[in-house]
């Protein structure tokens, strides 16, 4: 065609110059030259918009700051805003947000998610997200590759996928499983933790704390198959809610899953006790000797062996008796005392009712106070006229009556209720009791068979107070065998009641206070004195009751399981009937969330999102390394313009050369 | 019926509440020193300690009564009571709940007899246990008075001799008539003369007696730690 071109170019210059050159020849030739060259320019000039679908991973492990220390959503939100005027420019773009399930989001909505969700599931949203775009749509997925809900890995776009996370894969977990419903002080419990780990670690230390300081660190190494661990805690503070804290330290790249915390009340484990005594005696000896036993007690008592009036005719270095340190004891160090007992204390004879003042503070803040009576006191008011006086359940105004008398024991409060059958059998009598004007509401545990009050308890603010109205309590150590035993337990019981010791408590529930939901559920119940009585179990919550069964696994121990698919506030409601009569309820708070498998592993999967975007013909990049900008130069196209070919040239030229012809 | 209510009042007034009251056992064999010795003595305890028991002296013989009463005398002259099978598993019961025995040895019949009479007799109550020299720094020798010596109207041995059940002493045997040294007669003085110490001896078993008595009412009381520091201060001083 070219040859045909030239051909006819030299025959219209031949032409040309035999005739005559002339203006229009001239033109001719030279739009046929052009014609023939046929010259070309090029035009830059945006393609087609493409198709694109932008991917945001917004599960829960997205919030794992290892990324220079921001989220790894925060920095793929970053990397994709930086690049979003070019984005726009050259594609078209379609927002979609996934962790469980996806969803199309708004630019606005994409940029304001946060990354909450409790599981990912990367390829089966791929593959969802893929049957909502176009086919030749390419797939720009930021995530961290942690795909812990799916397996599907068939889509037809190809992907490009952006590793967004800290550089390290390794991350280690834990998870308690089990701990107590309280502590003491100084007594270990058992705590039961798995620890989940993804690399090759061997072992890890473990940190305990409590309430913010540390309270042990120890190895833990990983054998084959092992996954749980128990620990020994020792509790070093008391507390109503002591807050433990299991944390690994295995330097791994996400801390955010590396404790656990539990709160649970701890009591004390040891007591101080001080006992003053107005007077050697039998109530004395034998209660000494019953406190001296308990080696849970540090007792510290005092009797008075010698009164002010009376003279001893012998040098005072020949005596063993030593002041009584009433400015030590009253105003120095009564705050030790975590009970104080008076029993037949005149204590008008040593000091005055202002030593009291701090007493009285002591146990509305929380300590014991147990007053027996006898002969010396509790006749003129002397305890009533005191700081004490407020809270005492009795007006301390009467007579000590030397009357025999029996005693009865309440059946409904914890103190005797486990022990009052005891006296029913007894022959013996007691005597000597003080009658004083019941001031206020109380418990009564013990009362004559004529029904006058012998021991009365109250609260008294945060602590309690006991009244006994007899010295004579004594004579049922030597009645018989059974009589001790409710001499014994009686006191043991009572003095654990002003403690606030929960050996005392009818009912203790020890379990979680957190599940999953579908998680068995599982608690721990003791009753105390639990023969012939029936134990009830139901677990509450937002529109549900269900009653569970107990099942004794030993005396007084009972275990209640069950599976419960809601999520919510739950509470187990435990319920002891003793003939038909409800004689003790108590609840536990529990909750039920959803499960959260992302708390469990945080650390990246950079491999995964290498396989699946090799798999599609795409790429990985790490995050880093990434440059959206390089997709959209690859999509811009230049255009060839060849000016000799446009159709107004062709006329040009034609017209031309006819005009050459006709000439 | 007068009677009857006199007994009752008695009855009352001795029992009330948790205070100490001197006890006597009665056997068939002399039993009990000199009257006046007992009242004396409780008339002395009344004076110079806060026990103020009742001076009325208790003479029960073995049966459900002791139980009524923790403290327990039982004196001897001549030779050792032999009590039924019956009497001894009241005093077991009474000794293993809680109680406290003294046996005096009023007056020597032969010598170690009286004391291998005891020996059987703890033998017969605590076949297990056996009885033992009381260490002269027991807390026995604190519970009042400091360091007693071991004494009595007539000093035939410088220990007290006792059975330890459970770090606390349940029987304790005085071979040296240890409450003869209380006797006076009705112008106030003293009957017996104290063999062979005299009046030093007198004294020390004034604090015997009621370093006894205090022991029974107060156990280990003087052993506690806030004691110790003070008597050991006191004790320098000697």
């Known amino acids: 065609m070219v040859k045909i071109y030239f051909f006819l170019f030299f025959i219209v210059l031949l032409l040309t110059v035999r005739k005559r050159l002339n203006i229009f020849s001239g033109i001719s030739v030279f739009l046929l030259f052009l014609f023939i060259a ?44 930086n690049q979003m005027l070019n984005l726009k420019k050259y594609f078209k773009i379609k927002f979609f947000v996934f962790g469980k399930n996806f969803k199309e989001v708004s630019q606005k909505e994409f940029f304001s998610k946060n990354p909450l969700d409790n599981a990912t599931a990367i390829t089966k949203n791929l593959n969802r997200i893929s049957a909502n775009i176009s086919e030749n749509a390419v797939m720009f997925l930021f995530s961290d590759g942690r795909n812990n809900q799916s397996n599907e890995s068939f889509f037809k776009n190809p992907l490009v996928s952006i590793g967004v996370a800290g550089q390290r894969q390794d991350d280690a977990g834990i998870k308690i499983i089990s701990y107590p419903q309280d502590g003491f002080k100084g007594v270990p419990f058992k705590v039961v933790f798995s620890v989940r780990k993804t690399n090759n670690l061997d072992k890890v230390k473990l940190r305990i704390w409590e309430e913010g300081k540390i309270l042990e660190e120890k190895i833990l190494e990983f054998e084959e198959n092992k996954k749980n661990f128990s620990v020994d805690v020792t509790p070093q503070q008391t507390g109503k809610n002591i807050k433990y804290v299991f944390e690994i330290l295995p330097q791994d790249s996400n801390v955010s899953n590396n404790s656990e915390e539990f709160s649970i009340p701890v009591f004390k484990s040891n007591f101080n006790v001080l006992f003053i005594s107005g007077r050697p005696g039998w109530e004395y000896r034998n209660l000494r000797a019953l406190i001296k036993a308990n080696p849970k007690i540090n007792l510290t008592s005092f009797v008075i062996l010698r009164n002010p009036t009376d003279y001893i005719p012998f040098p005072e270095n020949q005596l063993s008796l030593i002041p009584f340190p009433v400015r030590e004891i009253f105003l120095k160090d009564i705050k030790k005392y975590d009970l104080v007992i008076f029993l037949n204390f005149y204590y008008k004879r040593f000091l005055n009712e202002n030593y009291f003042s701090l007493l009285s503070q002591h ?58 059958d005891i006296l029913k059998g007894s022959k013996s009598f007691l005597s000597g009791r003080n009658e004083v004007i019941i ?25 309690r107070v006991g009244i006994i109205l007899t010295n004579g309590l004594w004579r049922l150590r030597f009645e018989n065998l059974e009589c001790a035993y409710f001499y014994q337990e009686f006191y043991r019981n009572l003095i654990a009641w002003l403690l606030k010791s929960p050996i005392m408590e009818e009912i203790s529930i020890s379990g ?35 009653a569970l069964n107990p099942v004794m696994k030993e005396p007084g121990i009972f275990e209640v399981r069950e599976r419960i698919s809601r999520q919510g506030v739950f509470k187990l409601v435990v319920k002891v009937f003793e003939k038909k009569l409800l004689k003790a309820k108590k609840s536990f708070n529990f909750k039920i969330e959803k499960e959260n498998i992302e708390k469990a592993d945080l650390s990246p999967d950079f491999d995964f999102l290498k396989k699946i975007s090799l798999e599609t013909g795409g790429k990985y990049f790490y995050w880093k390394d990434f440059d959206i900008g390089e997709f959209a130069r690859a999509e811009v196209f230049a255009r060839e313009i060849f000016p000799a070919r446009s159709p107004y040239f062709l006329v040009l030229m034609i017209l031309s050369l006819g005009l050459v012809w006709l000439k | 019926m007068k009677k009857f209510f006199v007994f009752l009042f008695f009855v009352n007034l001795l029992f009330a509440g948790d205070r100490f009251e001197f006890v006597i056992l009665k056997h068939k064999n002399f039993y009990k020193g000199h009257a006046s010795s007992y009242r004396n003595f409780l008339e002395y305890l009344n004076d110079t300690t806060s026990i103020d028991p009742p001076l009325k002296v208790k003479e029960i013989e073995i049966g459900e009564e002791i139980f009524d009463y923790p403290f327990l005398y039982l004196g ?70 400091l360091k007693p010596k071991v004494s009595g109207r007539k000093l035939k041995s410088n220990f007290l001799y006792g059975i330890n059940k459970d770090g606390r002493w349940v029987v304790v045997f005085s071979p040296n008539d240890l409450f003869g040294v209380w006797a006076r007669d009705e112008e106030g003085k003293f009957l017996f003369e104290c063999i062979p110490g005299g009046e030093p001896q007198r004294l020390e078993g004034i604090k015997l007696s009621v370093n006894l008595v205090m022991y029974s009412l107060t156990g280990s009381y003087k052993q506690d730690i806030i004691h110790r520091k003070f008597i050991e201060m006191k004790l320098e001083t000697w």
């Not at chain 1, 509401?441 to 602590?463: F, H, M």
């Not at chain 1, 599982?522 to 919550?541: A, D, L, P, Q, R």
């Open chain 1, 38 to 81: 046929n010259p070309k320019y090029k035009v830059r000039k945006p393609g087609p918009k493409k198709e694109i679908a932008v991917i945001l991973d917004v599960s829960k492990s997205m919030s794992t700051k290892d990324c220079e220390g921001k989220t790894r959503a925060n920095v793929a939100k970053r990397i994709i805003k």
């Open chain 1, 363 to 420: 146990i509305k803040e929380g300590a014991g106070l147990l007053l027996i009576g006898g002969e010396q006191v509790f006749q003129k008011g002397e305890y009533y006229k005191t700081p004490l006086g407020g809270f005492l359940p009795v007006e301390d105004r009467g007579t000590f009556k030397e009357e025999k008398f029996k005693i009865v024991a309440s059946k409904t409060h914890p103190v005797t209720s486990t022990i009052s």
């Open chain 1, 439 to 463: 001031k206020e509401k109380c418990d009564v545990l013990l009362k004559t068979q004529r029904q006058n009050p012998l021991c009365l308890v109250s609260e008294a603010g945060k602590g």
């Open chain 1, 512 to 546: 979680r206070r957190d599940y999953y939901s579908g998680e068995e559920i599982f608690f721990t119940i003791k009753v105390k004195g639990f023969e012939n009585k029936k134990v009830y179990t139901e677990i509450h919550g937002n529109n549900f009751k269900e």
């Open chain 2, 76 to 145: 001897a002259k001549g030779s050792f009571p032999d009590f039924s099978r019956q009497s001894l598993e009241l005093l077991s019961r009474h000794l293993n709940s809680g109680g406290f025995l003294l046996i005096d040895e009023i007056e020597e019949y032969r010598q170690g007899e009286f004391l291998n009479s005891v020996k059987e007799f703890c033998k017969k109550i605590f076949p297990e246990l056996k009885l033992e020299k009381i260490p002269n720094d027991d807390v026995i020798f604190k519970s009042f008075y």
